[in-house]
């Protein structure tokens, strides 16, 4: 079966798309992929509250899937909203690499007698995530938090001419592009100090590091092919994380993270966090509860974050 597949046009989106492609390739399938312009990549120099609702990167794609230009749409799982369309879904997840965020900071700045943010105070860091900013100010609230959008080696680049200190980027986003670059094309400047923030402290976005694979639910032929690269074991984390984002109702501009441990013998740790930022100091109230059942974590986590947060 031919298969084309719709994805972004930015470098890591074209990586994920490639690694979708091999893996169906390696079930027999023929694989083509198209490049769809978004609304999110066409405004690179806005915070995410500025060019719409959550959803900016993937509702033309979506439409290219409705419409029938493309058979399977690959996305970023963390940029999709809560509810998609009702004619499509998300029939696999491969495995995800790591939901950790990535801090990469020029030399001069490094601090590493600071275990979680290992950055001297004044640091300037770069980030649009509202989530991201709303931790970095309550754990660290002597650093200068700025704006920066762009695609990851927009946002590497502006780290590197020194316009950051630091930035804050999502490991497996660094990880698929160092794995997807040309031989001897440098993804990460030579002189950049990299550390990996601990996600039960610093929690990522809901299923940050995950590809979510979306098809129409009329295509039969289609889902059968997909679900051969799904990965129960991270669909299953990705549950938790995703009932307690649509519990939050939250999107791009909402401080708000979720991550979900599977153990052995399937018991889950769902790590969350909810904030409110006012721009200068943030206060963040932060849940890790256990348990086997991800709606019902999810809903458990949701209630002790709002309670949390009511009286922050």
Same mark, same amino acid.
């Not at 299923?207 to 098809?215: D, P």
């Given at each position: 079966?031919?298969?084309?597949? +719709? ?7 074209? @990586? ?9 390739? #390696? ?11 978004? &609304? +999110? ?21 979506? @439409? ?26 998300? @029939? ?12 990469? $900071?020029?030399?001069?700045?490094? %601090? ?13 860091? !770069? ?22 959008? !762009? ?20 490991? *497996? ?7 997807? #670059? ?8 030579? /002189? ?19 590809? *979510? ?14 679900? @051969? ?20 109702? !939250? ?6 993270? $979720? ?7 399937? #018991? ?9 930022? %006012? ?10 509860? /256990?348990?086997?059942?991800?709606? &019902?974590? &999810? ?7 709002? $309670? ?5």
């Amino acid at each position: 079966m031919k298969l084309r597949i +719709g994805t972004r046009g930015s470098a890591l989106a074209r @990586a994920q798309a490639a690694d979708v492609a091999r893996r169906l390739q #390696s079930f027999g399938h023929e694989t083509e992929i198209v490049v769809i312009s978004t &609304a +999110g990549d066409r405004s690179t120099h806005r915070a995410f509250a500025d060019v719409g609702m959550f959803g900016i990167f993937v509702r033309e794609i979506e @439409a290219a899937l409705l419409d029938g230009r493309v058979d399977v749409a690959v996305h970023s799982y963390k940029d999709l909203p809560s509810f998609s369309p009702i004619e499509l879904f998300v @029939a696999a997840v491969p495995e995800r690499i790591d939901a950790a965020d990535l801090l990469m $900071a020029r030399p001069e700045w490094v %601090d590493e007698t600071r275990e979680l943010i290992p950055l001297k105070p004044g640091a300037r860091v !770069g980030t649009s995530a509202a989530r991201r900013q709303a931790l970095l100010r309550s754990l660290r609230p002597d650093l200068e938090v700025g704006l920066l959008r !762009g695609n990851v080696p927009t946002r590497i680049d502006a780290l590197a001419k020194g316009r950051f200190d630091a930035i804050v980027l999502a490991a *497996a986003g660094v990880s698929r592009l160092v794995r997807a #670059s040309a031989s001897g094309v440098r993804v990460v400047p030579a /002189n950049v100090v990299s550390t990996r923030l601990d996600p039960a402290i610093f929690v990522p976005a809901p299923a940050q590091g995950a590809i *979510a694979v979306q098809v129409r639910r009329d295509a039969a032929p289609v889902i059968d092919a997909v679900k @051969a690269i799904d990965d129960p074991r991270t669909a299953r984390a990705l549950r938790a994380e995703r009932e307690l984002l649509a519990l939050a109702e !939250g999107g791009c501009t909402l401080p708000f993270g $979720a991550w979900c441990e599977v153990f052995d013998g399937d #018991s889950l740790t769902l790590h969350a966090v909810l904030g409110r930022d %006012d721009g200068t100091v943030a206060h963040v109230a932060h849940v890790a509860l /256990n348990g086997d059942d991800p709606e &019902a974590l &999810a809903d458990a986590a949701w209630r002790g974050l709002a $309670a949390s947060a009511s009286v922050a």
